[in-house]
């Protein structure tokens, strides 16, 4: 009694019952409204005989008489009477059979919906690419269907990404791992260790754990990006830029780096200012570990056709063609680029492309073998009245642009 096809059935044999009621109802009071009908009243005549010339009533002998506006008004009730009868009968009759018809159309109906139950109720969580793909008329059920499959699909590239994140993580934390625990069993487990070994060791460790910590850092940081609720504020990219630089310069000297610092004024997007802040730390981190003792590393903001940019230049080895696409994959590193010293996790570009999306724009790179990398994180600009923003982000390089050009 629970199920929607018995609500179903309910519900429509009451409509039909309730509809017919009503109008073998109103019939009804129309006819008795409209004819004079009432039970019949006979009264009893006696029979006579003439004897003579007298009339003389006869023993025993009579019989019921009634005048012709009685008769039609008997006539007016009983056919009152067989309506009312007949009315309950069908009544009657019109409530089983709508039951019955009910049930098999609402049968019918939901006959697609335990399709996709009973292949929802076959997918599990580890073989999400089953697909219900119902034919039939393109109604609410199939779209129903539809919406069903779309979520499957999102659900297993979530999940496959899950399962890659998770493998990659795997195979990045061993090695470091393995590094510790074999200079543990080499050295700090020797009782005869040498002091200079002991320290070679402990640096040993430190680095890897560096690297671990780096890693841990920024799977928690895409954990975050990847949440559906973050906080949104107005965002000012030419004090991010600033500040970034700022804090980037020391060390930055400290390799033989300088960094330029290049805005715009004021740019100001709505987002998330610690997750944009984070991704401008990736990329300037990542300038800095490829950049040449006396480089230059361009630090800049802007706007251009209704979008909001953010950029990092480096001179340093440059990305060849085939590898510009892969650079924001996770865990992905370029051949030269880890070396010993590298405490790069491989993360921190992939983390950039997802603060980038999830502003509603994207990150883009510029870059040829020899000639320095550009990383460009393109959102949407709080539009002033005066700008029509394009559909997609321009695919110039806006740090190409010599300093002072108007844009």
Do not use: C
Not at 168 to 191: F, G, M, N
């Amino acid at each position: 009694m629970q199920t929607i096809r018995f609500r179903l059935t309910a519900t429509y044999s009451l409509v039909v019952f309730g509809l017919t009621a009503a109008v073998l109802g109103a019939v009804y009071a129309v006819v008795s409204q409209n004819v004079d009908a009432a039970p019949l009243d006979p009264i009893t005549v006696r029979k006579v005989k003439q004897v003579g010339n007298q009339l003389v009533l006869r023993e025993d002998q009579q019989f019921q008489a009634a005048d012709l506006e009685s008769v039609q008004q008997a006539v007016n009730f009983q056919t009152l009477e067989v309506l009312r009868t007949a009315s309950a009968w069908v009544l009657a009759g019109l409530l089983v059979l709508s039951l019955a018809v009910g049930w098999w159309l609402s049968g019918r109906v939901l006959r697609p919906v335990r399709r996709v139950t009973a292949a929802a109720r076959e997918i599990g969580a580890t073989d999400l690419s089953r697909r219900i793909a119902l034919a039939g008329p393109n109604d609410e059920i199939r779209s129903l269907a539809d919406t069903v499959d779309d979520m499957l699909g999102r659900l297993d590239g979530a999940f496959g990404a899950q399962r890659r994140l998770i493998d990659d993580a795997s195979h990045e934390l061993r090695h470091p791992l393995a590094v510790i625990r074999t200079t543990l069993d080499a050295v700090l487990s020797r009782d005869d260790a040498s002091p200079d070994e002991r320290r070679r060791a402990l640096a040993v460790v430190t680095r890897a754990t560096a690297r671990m910590t780096g890693l841990v850092e920024d799977l928690l940081a895409a954990a975050r990006r990847a949440a559906p609720a973050f906080v949104e504020t107005d965002v000012d990219l030419a004090a991010v830029v600033a500040e970034v630089a700022d804090e980037y310069a020391l060390l930055a000297g400290r390799a033989g780096v300088r960094i330029a610092r290049r805005t715009a004024g004021s740019t100001t997007v709505i987002g998330d200012a610690a997750a944009l802040r984070r991704a401008m730390d990736n990329l300037v981190s990542n300038a800095l570990r490829v950049s040449p003792a006396g480089t230059t590393i361009t630090v800049a903001s802007g706007h251009e056709h209704g979008w909001a940019w953010s950029a990092v230049r480096d001179e340093g080895p440059g990305i060849a063609d085939g590898d510009r696409e892969r650079v924001f994959d996770r865990f992905w590193r370029g051949a030269g680029r880890a070396g010993p010293d590298d405490r790069g996790t491989g993360l921190g570009l992939a983390i950039v492309r997802q603060t980038a999306e999830s502003h509603g724009g994207s990150v883009a790179v510029h870059s040829a073998p020899g000639a320095g990398s550009s990383f460009v994180i393109w959102v949407p600009h709080v539009p002033d009245g005066r700008t029509t923003r394009t559909p997609a982000p321009p695919a110039t390089d806006p740090l190409a642009v010599p300093a002072g050009t108007e844009r």
